[in-house]
């Protein structure tokens, strides 16, 4: 019987199809870790087999190949050949290759495969793409077409990616999941236990791994007394940056009365300990960065990150391996440490929900006010969204006071976005070479037309995106730029939900006036079009 994909699972696949039919050659796929991103894969390799392509698996660990083969197996009923360690492609009569990236980057090993062999290319945890390694290969196979597969990357992920794939064929976020049932609700919650970073450095990126530990280490037993209070009748993963350090907590918790285990990329036992744990022998697994990929246990209902990081792909991986669903399992307990640095691009739970970094700041600090009150994340990013959009208001409110007198018939895009509450445009950051570049001449006529000043448009995609915003309210026949920008210099509030009949009755019945002030009986500040009496 054929696996039935999810609704957003054949999306993404027909997206990825519709990419590399359009010519672009290198594609991304963008699912949170329990979406089932090994299905969509798998069904893509199917379809790409089907019309003659030899496909090849890229992945940087054993686990993940083993789970790509077997999920390729139980999805499609293809076979896999394995290019690893001794084992090779060559010769088999499969046309899916599942290849591991430190065996196939040998140039040796490498040199064996015509530039053509491979027609389509997919890695696994794509974030590691950009590496020496991972291009040694990709450039050996130059017509080859590329999906990259990952779990939410952050922005910095994201303008590393764009270097080399051309495209974000689909997206889907974690609030979606959530809200459509296929991942389990998240409670945040902030312990009042204020750590000091302040004198720990940054290698590749990222805090370095043992001077975190020394850092945590004076505080392992406080942490190890706030578990006591919210993790005792839980399922608990526990992530630090030490063997050493995983060890000693590990002791700690069971001295505190938890079935606390250890594992490590020395164990021996670890395929026994993770079995134990799963049917509850233990219940909590303490690991040294171990279980960020390829494990599963969808019965983890706690997550305690005591590995601060600010690679928001590396915290969305640990966090995501209790947010798949179990029956009996309401929502996943997120445990946060007010963790105090002089850096601000610390992960918090806030980073796992909000792509407006205003907004995830506003519910970082809402949630450390709210200490030792477990608070679901859709809900805090709601309450933090409107407190920011609240404080936009007020300085839009002093902007548009300041831009009373001036002379000028285009809008300001700032303004713009501001007075249609567009986040999404306020907070954009360009990831793909093209966006990148400078808006066409044909962008900026196109701006102007629809009454942008273009001149403050930074980039391609920045003006791309507006230009599909202003022609969805056009289409919507929402309130037009000018039309706004009018109105709200004479102290109308919220012209962007106006309608475009209703702010043009009202800038006629001004105009009707001589421009001078607004008609008898109504108060701007209060006004409201569809109460007008």
């Keep these: 019987m054929a696996m039935e994909l999810r609704p957003y699972q054949q999306e993404a696949k027909d997206s990825i199809f519709e990419q590399w039919d359009s010519g672009i050659r290198r594609t991304l796929l963008v699912l949170p870790t329990g979406c089932g991103k090994t299905i969509v894969f798998a069904k893509v390799t199917e379809d790409c087999v089907r019309h003659g392509d030899r496909v090849l698996i890229l992945a940087h660990r054993g686990e993940l190949l083993e789970q790509a083969a077997d999920k390729i197996a139980s999805a499609t009923g293809l076979g896999c050949a394995t290019e690893k360690a001794e084992e090779t492609c060559i010769g088999s009569w499969y046309r899916i290759t599942v290849g591991s990236v430190q065996t196939l980057m040998r140039e040796k090993r490498l040199g064996r495969f015509p530039a053509d062999y491979f027609r389509t290319i997919i890695i696994d945890e794509a974030h590691h793409c950009v590496s020496d390694s991972y291009q040694r290969v990709l450039q050996h196979f130059p017509d080859a077409k590329v999906l990259g597969v990952t779990a939410t990357p952050d922005r910095g992920d994201m303008r590393n990616l764009g270097e080399y794939f051309e495209s974000l064929a689909y997206e889907y976020t974690l609030p979606k999941a959530i809200r459509s049932g296929y991942l389990s609700p998240i409670k945040a919650l902030t312990i009042p236990l204020k750590m000091d970073l302040t004198g720990v450095s940054v290698q590749a990126g990222d805090f370095k791994a043992s001077e975190i530990g020394t850092a945590l280490d ?175 208001e007020e300085s839009l409110a002093k902007q548009l006071a300041e831009m009373k007198h001036r002379k000028g018939v285009l809008v300001d895009p700032l303004q713009f976005e501001m007075s249609i509450q567009a986040e999404d445009l306020a907070g954009y950051v360009p990831s793909f070479g093209w966006e990148m570049a400078p808006a066409s001449d044909k962008q900026k006529a196109a701006l102007e037309k629809f009454g942008i000043m273009p001149d403050e448009i930074e980039n391609a995609g920045k003006a791309a995106k507006l230009l599909d915003r202003l022609k969805k309210r056009q289409a919507e026949n929402l309130a037009r730029p000018r039309q706004i920008k009018q109105l709200e210099i004479r102290g109308f509030q919220h012209v962007g939900n106006w309608t475009f009949e209703q702010a043009d009755n009202m800038i006629s019945r001004i105009a009707a006036m001589g421009w001078r002030g607004v008609p008898k009986g109504v108060d701007p500040a209060t006004y409201i079009p569809d109460k007008e009496q």
């Design 218 to 392: 004076p505080y392992l037993y406080q942490i190890a007394d706030e578990m006591v209070k919210y993790c005792m009748d839980r399922k608990t993963v526990v992530f630090l940056p030490l063997v050493k350090t995983s060890q000693k907590f590990r002791d700690i918790l069971n001295s505190r009365g938890f079935r606390a285990a250890e594992v490590n990329g020395e164990s021996t036992d670890r395929a026994e300990i993770l079995s134990d744990f799963d049917s509850g022998r233990y219940d909590v697994l303490c690991n040294s960065m171990l279980l960020t990929e390829g494990w599963d246990c969808p019965s983890v209902d706690c997550i305690v990150v005591l590995r601060p990081t600010k690679v928001r792909s590396l915290y969305s991986q640990m966090v995501g391996r209790g947010t798949r669903l179990h029956p009996g399992k309401d929502h996943l307990l997120l445990l946060d440490f007010l963790w105090h640095t002089e850096r601000h691009e610390l992960c918090h739970p806030a980073d796992l929900i909000c792509t407006d970094q205003e907004v995830a700041a506003q519910m970082t600090e809402n949630l450390a006010e709210a200490a030792g009150c477990p608070m679901d994340l859709e809900e805090a990013e709601k309450a933090a969204a409107e407190d920011v959009v609240a404080q936009r």
